[in-house]
């Protein structure tokens, strides 16, 4: 049954458009321009991203991971190798990444395979870290059932004894992971559910194909 209430919640978008004549020929170089919008209107974290996975079976899931970098090699995040995410990504590369920069009336989504970083990467990331962020990471077991939040806390100030004289080193099961797109879509919201869609497709010789969807 349809609740009204929730039918009844929309917008009419209106603030930009999108033309095959303006973006760039390069999707990172679009990416670009509308990272950079994003930033300019001080968006609440800008590089808030979904992250969806899935099992060599076609399960999915996802969730909400934070970009700490992008370059001609891929979109760049950090987390932990025994997560459930880490277990489906090591089982199946193949991943999507999505940015919704509703104050803009902007999506960005990125279909790709995702492999690990560099070990010094991921090492000079997890070094930059606030002390609390990489006590956390060392000891939280994500995605494993715990028996209760006094578990982690414990953990976490076993730690924080440990490391009082000591710098904590980044463990095994942390780190990042690149995604390489291979598919972009670009989305800007139009009025009457009008939307544009512009999507770059990876071609033979690195060349990226742009074809306008239907909303």
């Keep these: 049954m349809i609740n009204q209430k929730i039918a009844d919640l929309r917008q009419d978008y209106r603030r930009s458009t999108l033309s095959e004549q303006d973006v760039a020929a390069d999707p990172l170089q679009q ?36 970009l700490k970098s992008y370059d001609e090699e891929g979109f760049l995040f950090f987390t932990n190798y025994e997560s459930r995410k880490g277990h489906e990504m090591a089982a199946n ?3 999507t990444l ?4 509703k104050e803009l009336e902007r999506q960005v989504r990125i279909e790709g395979t995702v492999s ?3 070990p010094e990467v991921s090492d000079a990331y997890f070094n930059s870290r606030p002390l609390g962020s990489r006590i ?3 000891a939280s077991p994500q995605s494993e059932v715990i028996p209760g939040r006094g578990f982690l806390e414990g953990r976490v100030k076993t730690l924080e004894t440990e490391f009082e004289k000591a710098v904590p080193q980044r463990p095994e099961h942390w780190g990042g992971y690149v995604v390489k797109p291979e598919l972009v879509e670009f989305w800007q919201g139009r009025s009457s559910r009008l939307h544009d869609r512009l999507r770059y497709t990876l071609e033979a010789g690195h060349r990226w194909k742009i074809e306008r969807l239907a909303p």
């Design 31 to 66: 990416f670009g321009r509308w990272w950079q919008d994003a930033i300019q209107s001080e968006l609440e974290e800008p590089n808030a991203m979904t992250l969806a996975t899935s099992t060599p079976e076609g399960r999915p899931s996802a969730r909400i991971v934070l």
């Design 93 to 95: 590369p193949y991943v």
């Design 98 to 101: 999505l940015f919704f920069w």
């Design 116 to 118: 690990k970083a560099l």
């Design 136 to 138: 956390g990471a060392i």
